[in-house]
């Protein structure tokens, strides 16, 4: 059974900053991918940022140069540092776990809201 819990979401002024962390329990391996997506009302879900058990970092266009997303493979977690955030960014963050090249092992987190706003 694996688990995913994700803390660090919010509410933040524009330009603002937050940092989200999402620890995974169970038969989690180094050789899994994790990352974040984001889901707005009325949009499909989308890739934030990933990375790869040797460390390489995938981001969407929208997020370059504002996000950073870290992993620590002995802790099994993940976290994403955004800064300047934008009205845009507002939206339920899910952490995601999946082994490479095998659909049957993909994992969410429940979910944490971000809202940006004035």
């Known amino acids: 059974q694996v688990q995913l819990v994700e803390s660090g979401g919010g509410e933040v002024q524009p330009g603002g900053s937050l940092r989200l962390s999402c620890a995974a329990f169970?038969?989690?391996?180094?050789?899994?991918?994790m990352g974040w997506y984001r889901q707005a009302p009325g949009k499909e879900r989308e890739l934030v940022a990933s990375?790869?058990?040797?460390?390489?970092?995938n981001y969407a266009d929208s997020v370059k140069g504002r996000f950073t997303i870290s992993r620590d493979n002995t802790e099994k977690t993940v976290h994403l540092q955004m800064d300047s955030l934008k009205p845009e960014d507002s939206a339920v963050y899910y952490c995601n776990v999946r082994r490479p090249g095998y659909s049957g092992e993909n994992y969410w987190g429940q979910g944490t809201q971000v809202t940006v706003s004035s």
């Open positions: 169970g038969n989690i391996y180094a050789i899994f991918i």
């Open positions: 990375m790869t058990a040797g460390l390489l970092a």
